[in-house]
C-alpha cells in the first residue's frame, strides 16, 4: 500500500476505471508526476460499468504501461473501490487529479469535483487538460476501433494493443 507522507511532501491520486489506460492516460499521469512529489494512479473496480477488460487485467496493464514513465519511481499504481473521497483521506493525498479534455466532460467533472470537496474538504481537485495530440482519445473510442478492427498502434500502450488483440482474437 502506500506508505505515509511527510508534511512538505504533495501527493495527489489520479482515479479512474483506466478501460483501457490509453496515451492520453498516459501523458496526463507524466504531467501529474511533474507536479505532485507523488502520484497514485488508482484503478477503479466500478460496479456501476461493465468494462471491456477485468480489473485484475486493468491494474496490470497500467502498473506496465508507469514503468515506462520518466518519473516511475515517483508514481504508484493501486486498486481501489471505496469511493475516491475516501481513498484521497486514507492515503493523505493533498489532491485528486483529473483530465478535462472539452467542454462537455466539464459539468460531470465540476459536479465530482464538488462532491469530493464535501466528502474530503481537505483535498482540492486539480483539473489538467492533456496535450493536444490526445484531445480526442477517449477509452471508449479505443475500445470501439479495436472492437471493429480498426488500427489502435499510436494509441494505447503495447501491452494494452497485445491486450486487444488476445481478447478479440486478432493478430499480434
Sequence with gaps: MV????RTQKRAIYPGTFDPVTNGHLSLIERASRIFDEL????SINAGKSPFFEFEERLKLMTAAVKKQPRADHIKVVGFESLTAELA???????????LRAVSDFEYEFQMALMNRK???EVETVFLMPSLSWVYLSSTIVKDVASNGGEINGLVPAGVKRAFARKLGLKK
Design 119 to 121: 466528502l474530503a474538504r
Design 89 to 99: 483521506r486514507e492515503i493523505n493525498a493533498t489532491a485528486i487529479v483529473r483530465g
Design 40 to 43: 497514485v494512479v488508482a484503478v
Design 3 to 6: 506508505t505515509k507522507r511527510t
